[in-house]
Structures are given as structure tokens and as C-alpha cells.
């Protein structure tokens, strides 16, 4: 039996938060090693861990895995959570796809100068009232995001809410359930 995956990225939520929602959803066990100063990055960069020289990866399997996307989609295939079909797969990517286009936008929101702030939360709160949470409900049911509840009853999703205060808005992306549409 091979041993627990192990998660090497910084002591944050960040881009390994994703990885550590599907092993729980996945109901697999797995330890942390958080890089805490610059030598810990360096240690994995210089022993060739690290494809491209950053972080998140993974060890699992006997893999030294990296780039979020390709974590996500080898623990989803590995636990059969990634569809039971190439339709199946090609749905699940195209939310994917949505949640990180709107996840980078949230992510990047500290780097925006402090006179452009105001814009650019306007911004997140139109797309993701008017473009994604409406695609996203197709899929899931009421969304809310950003402090507006968009319509029903909802469960709030743990992190996200740390993630929107830091980049300075109040709120959080919540759900009620998750499904694919029927063919």
C-alpha cells in the first residue's frame, strides 16, 4: 500500500487549496511539509522536484507531481471523481476552466494598485454575478459570492471566505450541492 500523499506548498490556502478539497472529497489522508523560508523552496528546486520551479506539488504514487491543474486532474481520474466519459470530462474541465478564471481574478485583486481597488471589486462582483455564478448553478444550484446572495438556500464552502477578506472584499463563495447536467 503506498503511503499518504504528501503536500508541499506554503502555509497558506492558495493554489493547494483546491488539491486539498478533492483528496477530502476523495476521502484520502494526506501530510503537509509547508516551505517556510526561502532554503525550503530552494532545497525542492535544487533537487529537481519541482518541474518548473514552483510549487504546489504533490508525491503520490512515486510521482513528484506539479501545476494544480495536472494534480487535480490525476487525483480526480485516480479516485473516479473526474466523470465517467470523455463528455463527462470535457463538462468537468469547462468549470474547472471557470473556477480558476475567476479564482485568478479574486487572487490577484492584493496586486491591483489601491486606486484602481473600488474598479476592480466592481469588476469581480459583475462577472461573477452576470458570467460565472449563473453557469455555475447550472451544475450546483444557488450561488452566492462577495456578500450577495444570488437566490435559495446555501451551505458556505471553508476558505474561500479567508481568500476574498485578504484581497480586501467582504463575503464568500458558497453551495448547495454539486452534479453534472443530464444529456
Known sequence: MAGKPILHYFNGRGRMEGIRWLLAAAGVEFEEKFIENPNDLNKLKNDGSLLFQQVPMVEIDGMKLVQTRAILNYIATKYNL????????????????????????????????????????????EKSTNRYLPAFEKVSGPFSILGTEIRGQRKVVRGIPRALTLAGIPGALTFTSVSLPKS
Open 82 to 125: 473526474y466523470g465517467k466519459d470523455a463528455k463527462e470530462r470535457a463538462l468537468i474541465d469547462m468549470y474547472t476552466e471557470g473556477v480558476a478564471d475567476l479564482g485568478e481574478m479574486i487572487l490577484l485583486l492584493p496586486l491591483c494598485p489601491p486606486n484602481e481597488k473600488d474598479a476592480k471589486v466592481a469588476s469581480i462582483k
